[in-house]
């Protein structure tokens, strides 16, 4: 079980790094060809079509846990009608979706237009391109789901894998000023579409009992699926107004070419919230386990270590970030975002990496059927920063944005930690002491690196940018090892490795 975990945890890992990879060689390609306020504009649609997203009203997780639980049943007719219900239903909010979107781009995409003398045609074709992927994909996210209940993780990888490297290529060679915005949505839709069918494809290959006939929809079934999916429903619409909010506000308030200079900036941030969640990705069923078994005092335990051996590269990401985000920027797309940036990158890194001081919150809490927790608070959360946002951006501009996300932020987490810790059996107190507090002369150790490697070098390429970051960070473990670590963490990770070798 622990290397069917550690190889699905290292296949999203890999996963991500590679998009991150492909992020930093083609955004500055993007933003030359289609200029700010193309970009935006993919931004902001983006984020739409996020929102569209969760009218899937939670099923795909809540198709996840129940294909698991008929799985180690062995129920084949239950897997079965719980696919084609999953997949109908999916089929059906695909439809609407796509019927909205084609009624957009046939009759409103002119509004999307800088002004009305601008050829808009390409709004149109943008906006049908997203209809076709929508429709085709939202039934498809079954096969997607039923693969997570089988552990497949590595086979959604590696066709996503294949797909990324393939359309950035047709990017890379192919993109113009002049088809810049038609041909990253077609070379997205075709790669999206042809994963989603191929694992369609492949679902039902490798296990013929799966039937799309419509006799199998079950009414029954939908029934149950939804009441299960609501609690995840709430949390992932709070969670996404959360996140996607902003690049909406800058868009209709400042204009989408003002949505890049936040949206590029946040984007890259968002990779250590990524990496963190991949991490704690595997605790969710250890907790479960743990929980049916009543053994309170391995919970604590493993809370504690997981938490303490997870914060430590998120804290690593950040100081880097903070200090040597502008240089990168400057070096990555050009000095107008990394100015822009200077002024709230600080905010937004906080913003983005507060949840990260206590990453296995959702997971704990989701394991032991506490989540509806945050099904309850984070709507409002969510509806506090796009208030905070709308308020504080005529004032303050972006900075006013990351603020608005961050103020709510600063109140909530530290009601997340409190529940957590009340469940877990130990005060806040405990949970710093033995998670956070260790690593504090660590960072001060990298941050006062940071200053004098910056004093002595100027931050003039990447090579240089590299070197500092390397040393840096290696201050940061070299320092923790023997300040952080205890003689029990020090065989907790020893042991912990050892099992991901078996």
């Not at 790669?191 to 694992?199: D, R, T």
């Not at 005529?394 to 409190?418: D, K």
């Amino acid at each position: 079980m622990y290397k069917r975990l550690a190889f699905n945890t290292a296949s999203n890992l890999g996963t991500l790094f590679l998009k991150l990879g492909i992020t930093f060689v083609m955004t500055p390609i993007l933003i030359k060809n289609m200029g700010n306020y193309d970009y935006g504009i993919w931004e902001m649609v983006g984020a739409v079509i996020g929102y569209m997203g969760m009218l899937d009203m939670g099923i795909r997780p809540a198709v996840s846990r129940f294909a698991a639980r008929f799985i180690a049943q062995k129920d084949e007719p239950a897997l079965t009608t719980l696919y084609a219900t999953a997949w109908y239903f999916l089929l059906a909010i695909g439809l609407v979706i796509a019927v909205i979107l084609a009624i957009g781009g046939i009759f409103f995409a002119d509004l999307m237009g800088p002004d009305e003398s601008s050829d808009n045609l390409r709004y149109t074709w943008f906006l049908l391109i997203l209809a076709a992927q929508l429709l085709i994909t939202f039934p498809s996210y079954t096969a997607e789901s039923y693969l997570e209940a089988y552990q497949e993780y590595y086979l959604k990888n590696n066709v996503t894998i294949f797909n990324s490297i393939l359309g950035s290529t047709i990017l890379f060679l192919f993109i113009t000023p002049e088809n810049a915005l038609i041909l990253l949505a077609a070379t997205n839709a075709v790669g999206i579409c042809s994963k989603y069918l191929f694992l369609v494809w492949l679902m039902q290959y490798r296990r013929p009992f799966l039937s799309l006939r419509r006799a199998y929809f079950s009414l029954m079934q939908l029934k149950e699926l939804l009441r299960f999916s609501v609690k995840t429903l709430v949390q992932g619409i709070a969670t996404k107004m959360e996140n996607a909010t902003d690049n909406l506000v800058i868009g209709f308030v400042m204009g989408p070419a003002s949505v890049p200079l936040y949206s590029i900036p946040a984007n890259l941030v968002s990779y250590i919230r990524l990496i963190s969640y991949n991490f704690t990705h595997v605790f969710m069923p250890y907790f479960s386990s743990l929980g049916a078994l009543n053994d309170q005092q391995k919970i604590q335990e493993v809370y504690l270590t997981g938490s303490k051996f997870t914060v430590a590269p998120c804290l690593i990401l950040a100081i880097g970030a903070y200090s040597l985000g502008p240089e990168f920027l400057a070096l990555w797309v050009g000095n107008e975002i990394a100015q822009s940036a200077q002024t709230f990158l600080g905010v937004l890194i906080a913003f983005l990496v507060l949840p990260l001081f206590n990453p296995m919150a959702s997971r704990y809490l989701t394991a032991i059927d506490k989540h509806g927790f945050f099904a309850k608070w984070q709507p409002i959360v969510a509806i506090s920063n796009l208030g905070l946002s709308l308020l504080l951006i005529h004032p303050f501009g972006i900075l006013g944005v990351a603020l608005g996300s961050l103020i709510p932020a600063l109140v909530f987490q530290p009601i997340v930690l409190s529940v957590c810790c009340k469940h877990l059996g130990f005060s806040p107190l405990v949970y710093l002491r033995s998670a956070l507090l260790p690593w504090l002369v660590p960072c001060i150790a990298m941050a006062g690196s940071l200053l004098l490697l910056k004093a002595f070098f100027v931050v003039g390429n990447y090579a240089i940018l590299l070197a500092i970051a390397a040393c840096s960070s290696a201050v940061f473990l070299l320092v923790g090892y023997f300040t952080a670590l205890d003689r029990n963490n020090r065989s907790q990770l020893l042991a912990i490795l050892k099992r991901k070798k078996h």
